[in-house]
């Protein structure tokens, strides 16, 4: 049965997007490293990155809180993958798909941007920039076969159909996959899908995966999701813990309308948020409870 329906979504996380044009009390952020062209390496595990861009990594750029030490992940793990996440250079703004700035460079809810492209058009959200990060990891892990997301309306929208010719014909809330395309697995195809998948996905979507990890066995790579019109989701970028056990995250997030995808600040403390509460609160959203953790 369709649970919802398929039009192009416009509330995604439309209350965020106004309270991102609400004015913070501005703090300046720490320099960190100097920002540098990416690594040959960094070309490879990050495909979107243009040679002349200057960067300088998540892991690089905030070191854990004094007494904090990051939890050990897998090689090769999504998690693994994010810690290497390129960043714009410590003050960049973030805009929006048309280029307008919706973040100033030093408000104290901004602790860096990332370099990903959004696209030109309102699609990479909340809920599908967690999608297009996942999708990227599993590309460049050789594991495209992996690469599938559901429409809220449920239906599964697979990479491999996708690139063999399959498109999805959607009348409604009814979806129908036909072939009536040339076979076409480059990148510029792969953009194509995920803007398929991020006209029909969403935090519903997201909210109805059936991993759900506790608050103990919470990591990098994990998300807070709380669907609905609006609806909103962060991304879990790192984890770390002290020698009590206390422990600390990185969160991230688009918005809409479709921005650049943001690592967040609490505020004064700097950019890490405790996870010791029963609720995670975030600064542009109401607070996110554990039970609404999720994973891809």
């Not at 103990?216 to 807070?224: L, M």
């Not at 999701?225 to 962060?234: E, F, K, N």
């Not at 890490?272 to 607070?287: C, H, I, M, N, R």
Request: proline letters at 8%; one cysteine or more.
């Amino acid at each position: 049965m369709i649970r919802h329906s398929l039009l192009p979504r416009l509330l995604g996380c439309l209350l965020g997007g106004l309270l991102l044009s609400t004015t913070a009390g501005a703090q300046p952020s720490s320099e960190g490293p100097a920002p540098r062209p990416p690594t040959k390496e960094e070309l490879t595990r990050y495909p979107w990155l243009s040679k002349d861009a200057r960067v300088r990594s998540l892991e690089a750029a905030f070191p854990p809180p004094s007494g904090y030490t990051r939890v050990a992940v897998e090689p090769g793990s999504f998690g693994a993958w994010l810690r290497g996440l390129p960043l714009r250079p410590a003050g960049s703004p973030a805009r929006d798909f048309r280029g307008g700035q919706v973040l100033a460079g030093d408000d104290s809810r901004l602790a860096a941007v990332a370099e990903l492209d959004i696209g030109s058009a309102n699609l990479q959200q909340c809920a599908d920039s967690i999608i297009r990060l996942h999708a990227e990891w599993l590309w460049v892990q050789n594991q495209k076969d992996r690469i599938a997301y559901r429409f809220t309306s449920g239906d599964l929208a697979t990479w491999s159909k996708y690139a063999a010719g399959d498109r999805a014909k959607i009348s409604g809330s009814k979806v129908k996959w036909t072939r009536s395309a040339s076979a076409d697995s480059s990148r510029t195809s792969f953009r194509a899908y995920l803007d398929l998948v991020f006209t029909y996905a969403g935090t519903l979507s997201l909210q109805e995966l059936k991993q759900r990890p506790s608050r103990e066995t919470a990591r990098p790579g994990d998300f807070f999701v709380l669907g609905g019109s609006p609806g909103h989701a962060v991304l879990v970028l790192d984890v770390a813990v002290n020698a009590q056990g206390e422990r600390v995250a990185l969160l991230g997030q688009g918005f809409i309308p479709a921005q650049d995808f943001q690592v967040l600040s609490p505020g004064q403390d700097g950019p890490w948020f405790s996870l010791e509460a029963d609720e995670v609160a975030t600064p542009f959203w109401k607070p996110f409870p554990w039970s609404s953790l999720r994973r891809l």
